[in-house]
């Protein structure tokens, strides 16, 4: 069973909102960190978001900065993505991240358990 499950994404008009979410299970759940990435076709896997669920302090790239919000509930073991002000160059596949295993927060390789990933277009 994997313990990463994403929902949420779709398709959405430039300046529009989409948020999403993922339901964390198994080790998983109990990660020091967890984080959001995403690909686009073409490109490098990159991190967007990532955060402490003990501390709920973010992390943010410089593209995500002021525009999304990354967030995580304990009660439902759920990690969430809210994004607005939504542009076509954050079209891209969006994955969950969990089992940060050091190094820096929105590097691929720090993360050992990975969702299948979701979905999000923006038109122009």
């Known amino acids: 069973q994997r313990e990463l499950l994403e929902s949420g994404g779709g398709s959405v008009e430039t300046g529009g909102s989409l948020s999403l979410s993922c339901i964390t299970s198994?080790?998983?759940?109990?990660?020091?960190?967890m984080a959001w990435f995403r690909q686009s076709s073409g490109k490098e896997r990159e991190g967007v978001a990532a955060?402490?669920?003990?501390?709920?302090?973010?992390y943010y790239s410089d593209s995500a900065k002021g525009r999304f919000t990354i967030g995580h509930d304990r009660a439902s073991n759920t990690l969430s993505l809210h994004m607005r002000r939504l542009k076509p160059e954050d079209t891209a596949k969006y994955f969950c991240?969990?089992?940060?295993?050091?190094?820096?927060?929105?590097?691929?390789?720090?993360?050992?358990?990975w969702g299948q990933g979701i979905q999000v277009t923006v038109g122009s």
């Open positions: 955060i402490s669920p003990t501390y709920q302090s973010p």
């Open positions: 198994g080790s998983a759940s109990s990660s020091t960190y």
């Open positions: 991240a969990a089992e940060w295993s050091g190094g820096r927060l929105l590097d691929e390789h720090a993360y050992q358990s």
